[in-house]
């Protein structure tokens, strides 16, 4: 699919099989998030503009590049904030807006209950962190968000994806390209990506 990044790189590969495995605990299981994170930033980042700036090394004077635009991360709450240390490690410059949405019982909508977003920003760049892709309800709803406060350019990352959640992410925005580590068989009747990682909130933060 258009739009669609899913890693095959070894070491990305080789760490989602330590987050899969049941037994691994959430201590460990945060810093491969954090991992992971890192190596699909790479992807995510590798269109990111640059100026020249002269930069003095103990030889000479040299022409070289530096990052030349302003990102807001926007983790999806609960289990993005899992990412964010991740990414700030690597764009230290970047903004951390909170949105909070939870899924309404009745309508199975996703409701918005915290919004942190900043009044005006020079962000050119947006990136939702959401570790698991699944119906897509959270995304879409975060993405509209985003785009419906002046957001010009969003990209998704994440670690699993489910079919379902791909399609309808696309579906709604299908100008948001999107970073996965796997794209996984398909969502069970309770909503959990299969084979997936189970709860990624709660093997984070140890709630299980
Ligand atoms: N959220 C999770 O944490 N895991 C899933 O499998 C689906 C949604």
């Not at 590049?65 to 709450?77: F, H, Q, S």
Request: charged share 20%; net charge negative.
């Amino acid at each position: 699919m258009d739009g669609l990044f899913v890693s095959s790189h070894p070491l990305v590969q080789h760490k989602l099989t330590i987050l899969r495995d049941v037994n691994t605990e959430p201590k460990r299981f945060r810093e491969v998030i954090y991992e992971i994170t890192m190596l699909l930033a790479y992807e995510a980042s590798a269109d990111l503009p640059t100026r020249e700036v002269i930069v003095t090394t103990p030889l000479e004077d040299t022409p070289s590049r530096e990052l030349a635009t302003v990102i807001g991360l926007v983790p999806v709450l609960r289990s993005g904030l899992g990412m964010v240390g991740a990414m700030l490690a690597l764009i230290p410059s970047a903004q951390v807006w909170h949105i909070g949405l939870y899924r309404d019982h009745d309508t199975l909508q996703p409701v918005q209950y915290y919004n942190k977003l900043p009044a005006n920003s020079p962000t050119e760049l947006c990136l939702v962190l959401d570790p698991m892709l699944a119906t897509g309800g959270s995304a879409v709803a975060t993405i509209s968000i985003l785009k419906e406060w002046g957001a010009r350019k969003i990209k998704y990352m994440g670690l699993i994806g489910a079919p379902e959640g791909v399609q309808a992410l696309h579906a709604a925005h299908p100008d948001v390209p999107i970073y996965l580590a796997a794209l996984d068989d398909h969502l069970n009747e309770l909503g959990y990506i299969v084979p997936g990682l189970g709860d990624a909130g709660d093997r984070q933060f140890g709630t299980v």
